[in-house]
């Protein structure tokens, strides 16, 4: 059983995985022994065959999450892959194996794709449980905040909603933190504007672009600062991670345009503000084309790290944010 989860709404798919794993814990290994994940930037076609291959004495299905496929550099995998999934017959839905694929936005105006790799991501896409993450517009992000407090039993006004939506300019990882921190704080009635502004939510929206802006920058002394202030006010350390990895990715794509386009053209093309892209060209001048691709190459492998339990991420960051 294949199942392919993308886009750029990286806050739903990882959901969306939890729900999977969870699942195939419950229902088929409860100790998570017949689960892996690989590193799809790095991997090759015999890692993977040898993943989905190995047998078990006390389980019969094996789970295998494989991310950020769509990164690797070797073009001869995809083609390779695609053959090998063809012939294993992995695209039955009674397979005894799950591989799950779990990408970020791709074959899009923001993230194009090879024609080789191309005809993999087509294939996966087909793929009946195949599903795009893209980003939610304001009618079913409102909705999306509403169903999240009625999950709890607690009602928000549409004022409220609307604040929170606006104030961390749609983000889902952000938004779902200050859920939690609105839920244990409002342990009686409707939660008010007025409930957001007491635990901060707007400082917050303000200091983590703040954080961001620091980091294209490089001023390391004062991002390791506000990282721990972040960290002190119960900011999760996997949304820190996202929001610096999407940071230097567009970082990249915008470097790819220097002196080659206006930044009107640039905004047009990859579906930012003309400020947003002003802004990312004075920062994309403080590092070389190498620099972003390692430090954002550093960023998915400690991804990677802390999903596999090999890397403790709080000292990953700290040691990533001195190192700028």
Known sequence: MIIFLYGPDSFRSHQKLKEIRQNFQDKVDANASSISFLDGAKIGIKEIAEQINTGSLFVKKRLVIIENLFNNKQEKIFSELKDYLEKQKLTDLEDRNVLIFLDGELNTKNSTLKVKTKTLFKFLADQKLS???????????NNFIKTEFEKNNKKISGMAISRLATSHQGDLWQISNEIKKLIYYKTEGQIEVEDIEEI???????????????LGSRQKKVAVKIFEEQISAGIDCEQLLTMMIRHFKILIQIKSFEGKKTPSTIASELGLHPFVVSKYLTQAKNFSSAELINFY????????????????????????????
């Open 131 to 141: 599903q795009e993450f893209k980003n939610l517009n304001a009618t079913q992000l």
């Open 200 to 214: 901060g939510s707007r400082a917050y929206g303000e200091d983590i672009f703040s954080f961001t802006d620091v």
């Open 297 to 324: 190459n550093q960023l998915i492998y400690l991804d990677y790290a802390n999903k596999t339990g090999q890397k403790d991420l709080m000292n990953g960051l700290t040691l990533f944010l001195i190192s700028l």
